[in-house]
């Protein structure tokens, strides 16, 4: 499954470079020790630097063209959390996913930005979060504005939502993570 998000059925083949002995291992999560792995193939995890950020100015400008739902949106919430396990599996995919929900959310369904909680990587902290060696991108929307955001566990960014209104048709919640696809198999994540 290329450039699917974990977890999924998944193969590992392992190379001797001595001998060109082919070990295959099943799995469904991305290997503990895949820094100190070294990849054989031509594939790519992570898009050349630059190419999100103008396929998402691209999306948002298709937004801005599109005829919006009827105002009505302003007691909407939303939560968002996502986020790789660590730096290694903490791709820019999942920054992407994020983006794209939160220009969505507030450019054509009209959110108000104190309406969603962000709870992704490693929040605003400026340090090296990704698989590709940068750090996530603060602002989500593209309007130059830092989006405020926590990180992992989001009990502090849960506990900050505590007064919104429950969530109901005119007021839905989304909650996007990542999830085992083996019955009984799940993640928590507050």
């Not at 450039?3 to 998944?10: D, G, T, V, Y």
């Not at 295959?24 to 054989?40: K, V």
């Not at 739902?69 to 302003?74: D, L, V």
């Not at 130059?144 to 506990?159: D, L, V």
């Amino acid at each position: 499954m290329p450039a699917a998000n974990w977890e999924h059925p998944c193969w590992y083949f392992f190379v001797d470079a001595a001998s060109g002995t082919v070990r295959r291992f099943d799995a469904s999560t991305p290997p503990r020790m895949l820094p100190e792995l070294l990849e054989i193939t031509h594939g790519r995890d992570n898009p050349p630097a630059g190419m999100s950020e103008e396929s998402l100015a691209h999306y948002s400008e298709i937004l801005r063209q599109l005829p919006k739902p009827a105002p009505t949106r302003g007691q909407a919430y939303a939560f968002i959390i996502s986020g790789g396990a660590d730096q290694s599996n903490n791709h820019i995919r999942y920054w992407n996913d994020c983006a794209f929900i939160y220009r969505t959310l507030v450019q054509y369904y009209g959110y108000a930005h104190d309406h969603i909680r962000v709870c992704m990587s490693d929040g605003t902290n400026p340090a090296v979060d990704r698989s590709d060696g940068t750090n996530s991108p603060t602002d989500l929307d593209g309007n130059g504005t830092p989006t405020s955001s926590t990180r992992p566990p989001c009990s502090t960014s849960a506990r900050s939502s505590a007064s919104w209104p429950r969530p109901s048709p005119q007021r839905p919640a989304l909650h996007l993570h990542h999830r085992s696809w083996r019955p009984g198999v799940g993640s928590r994540l507050l």
